[in-house]
């Protein structure tokens, strides 16, 4: 596993088991422009790790995370995890957790609203914590699939949020 995703984990928010109930992740981005779908494809391969765990959900929400809020208000999650293409200037494929606060101008696709909008409603409205995971791009070009350190940081992804999540959903 390259250093970047062994780093990353250092820097995981802090899920406790007391406070996990149910999480969902939400891939974000447009898989018709290169490493901008890198969210989306993330969310899909989640969705089959994840069919035999009630407390985990994932969501392909491509351009228009906005559009699941009724399908996460239905789940009812404790935390709600954004992954999204960012430019964040570190090498393709690296990972960072991002303040989704601040995600107005940091993510490499045209969402129809910011993350910063989408996650202030998850958080308000549904009570749950919000949190972003960016993957660094390397190109963004309309009508390329993912660009080979993306797809491999795709792989590592599933890795790092099976381990972190389904123990989580196991000590329940």
Request: proline share 5%.
């Amino acid at each position: 596993m390259p250093s970047s995703w062994l780093n990353i984990r250092k820097l995981t928010p802090k899920f406790t088991a007391t406070d996990f109930r149910r999480a969902a992740v939400l891939g974000v981005g447009n898989e018709l422009n290169g490493d901008d779908g890198v969210g989306v494809v993330i969310a899909r391969r989640l969705k089959k790790h994840w069919a035999d765990h009630a407390n985990l959900l994932s969501i392909e929400a491509g351009l228009a995370p906005e559009n699941y809020t009724g399908l996460l208000r239905k789940f009812n999650p404790s935390d709600i995890i954004l992954v999204d293409a960012a430019i964040m200037e570190l090498q393709p494929g690296e990972p960072g957790w991002l303040d989704w606060t601040q995600a107005d101008g940091m993510s490499a696709s045209t969402h129809s609203l910011p993350l910063s909008m989408v996650g202030r409603y998850l958080k308000d409205e549904l009570g749950c914590q919000v949190w972003l995971l960016g993957i660094q791009p390397a190109q963004l070009e309309t009508g390329e699939g993912l660009s080979k350190p993306v797809r491999r940081a795709v792989k590592h992804a599933i890795i790092y949020l099976n381990e972190i999540l389904i123990s989580l959903d196991s000590s329940k």
